[in-house]
């Protein structure tokens, strides 16, 4: 008997005839690292990614907060490029249109003003995230999320320390696994529940954080994890 050994894209089962970078290759300067994650997809997949993607890219890379990384630095002139384009001027005034005025606290918790700010989707940062959740399983632990399980994220993990330190009691002592120049990194562990059950915790330029949990659901009716994570 001859098996079909052809891999299996980790994210919808079909046949994959691509490979998926866990982190997006945009979010790497040029010359990329030679380590970078990649795990089978297949096309339809890969190309489905791009408008996220995209967003993650420009929203995130737009922060105040990572503008004095050397990789941001690196980045920033290649996506001004791009928003020059006519074809690439639609998503910018999508997100402009977010804009409005966010309140400034000082270290006290008080409001000391207003500042312009844009908003984020948090539709579009979850499937961002929980594309990368999945990725990393796979390349950790060899085979996809099983269909039987929810991927949870939460977003923007440094704003929100209670999220932080819950996410980060089951990481102590795990090793980081870096890629780049401190444009990614990520740690991981298996809970005792089951083999399944994992919790992870990764950043974009040692800053932007968020943190990730694959579980069993227990009622397959039930709203997946990630809608109930915000």
Not at 42 to 71: P, W
Request: hydrophobic share 35%; aromatic share 10%.
């Amino acid at each position: 008997m001859i098996s079909n050994s052809r891999p299996t894209c980790i994210y919808c089962g079909s046949d994959a005839d691509t490979r998926d970078h866990v982190p997006p290759k945009a979010f790497f300067p040029k010359p990329r690292p030679s380590d970078m994650l990649t795990v089978p997809s297949c096309a339809a997949c890969n190309n489905g990614f791009q408008l996220d993607d995209d967003y993650a890219y420009m929203t995130l890379l737009a922060r105040d907060d990572i503008s004095d990384r050397k990789a941001v630095q690196l980045l920033t002139p290649k996506l001004l490029r791009s928003l020059e384009r006519p074809e690439g001027r639609a998503l910018p005034v999508s997100i402009v249109r977010t804009a409005r005025e966010f309140p400034v606290y000082t270290s006290d918790g008080v409001v000391a003003g207003t500042t312009p700010a844009y908003g984020i989707s948090s539709t579009r940062m979850h499937r961002f995230a929980t594309r990368i959740i999945r990725g990393l399983f796979f390349t950790e632990i060899g085979y996809a999320v099983p269909t039987t399980h929810d991927v949870g994220v939460a977003l923007f993990l440094e704003g929100r320390p209670a999220k932080y330190s819950e996410i980060g009691q089951f990481l102590d002592g795990r090793p980081i696994q870096r890629i780049g120049d401190g444009v990614f990194a990520y740690c991981w562990n298996i809970l005792p529940a089951n083999e399944h059950t994992t919790v992870w915790m990764f950043s974009l330029y040692d800053r932007i954080g968020f943190g990730g949990l694959t579980s069993k659901r227990s009622d397959p009716t039930a709203m997946p994890y990630n809608e109930r994570c915000n």
